[in-house]
């Protein structure tokens, strides 16, 4: 089945402590993102990457990293996690860029406190 | 850079017409339209590339305006389905993405 994976589903951490959400994708895209949803604000778009070791920053890429060296996985990376971050996080894929769908994970719901 | 959807909110009765609307202020490379249900993911509907093109979709169609940097998806003889968010999202070029707010639509009996 096509589909795009994430885990955890569900997170709790205290600030400063390192986390990383996994994302992989098993339909051979190209294009990978990140996007967090805040009530009211939509879908903001974190970083994306148009192939294996690239990526670049989105709309708010201020306090996470990403790094993309295989095309199947493309991990979000907290490297000191604030309550400011505290969000509902989409890993999406496309064939390539934006001319495509994009399909989304099933998110991560992160606390930090 | 965020696109500006309208409304924020609708509530219909089955079998009423609905309008959102999504406007940029810098010209548009694809538009794209998802629906997301309560704690669900969103779901692709459809995407619209420059060329005032209009889509459909079973009763659900969009339209895309180049010349104005707008895109209407239009909800016709809505059903309970429809409910949930509706988000626009837009591609200044080929890497990266701009979504609404979302209009949140609702469907009664």
């Known amino acids: 089945e096509a589909q795009v994976t994430q885990n955890p589903r569900y997170l709790i951490t205290v600030t400063g402590k390192k986390l990383t959400v996994t994302c992989s994708q098993n339909?051979?895209?190209?294009?990978m993102s990140w996007y967090r949803q805040d009530p009211g604000l939509g879908l903001r778009q974190i970083y994306y990457?148009?192939?294996?070791?690239?990526?670049d920053k989105g709309d708010v890429p201020e306090g996470y990293k990403v790094s993309r060296k295989e095309k199947r996985n493309f991990p979000l990376i907290l490297e000191s996690p604030s309550p400011n971050q505290t969000s509902l996080y989409f890993c999406?894929?496309?064939?390539?860029?934006?001319?495509?769908?994009?399909?989304f994970g099933p998110g991560t719901r992160l606390t930090v406190t | 850079q965020q696109p500006v959807q309208s409304p924020q909110a609708v509530i219909l009765r089955e079998g009423e017409d609905a309008v959102i609307n999504c406007s940029s202020s810098?010209?548009?490379?694809?538009v794209h339209w998802y629906r997301q249900k309560h704690g669900e993911a969103p779901v692709f509907l459809m995407i619209?590339?420059?060329?005032?093109e209009q889509k459909g979709h079973e009763k659900i169609s969009a339209s895309f305006n180049e010349k104005k940097q707008q895109s209407s998806l239009y909800l016709t003889a809505s059903q309970l389905s429809y409910s949930g968010t509706y988000f626009c999202?837009?591609?200044?070029?080929?890497?990266?993405?701009?979504f609404g707010a979302g209009t949140r639509l609702t469907v009664k009996p």
């Open positions: 999406a894929s496309s064939f390539t860029g934006t001319l495509y769908e994009q399909y």
């Open positions: 339909m051979n895209h190209e294009y």
């Open positions: 990457s148009m192939n294996v070791e690239v990526t």
């Open positions: 810098k010209a548009l490379y694809s």
């Open positions: 619209l590339l420059k060329g005032g």
């Open positions: 999202g837009t591609a200044y070029n080929n890497n990266d993405m701009r």
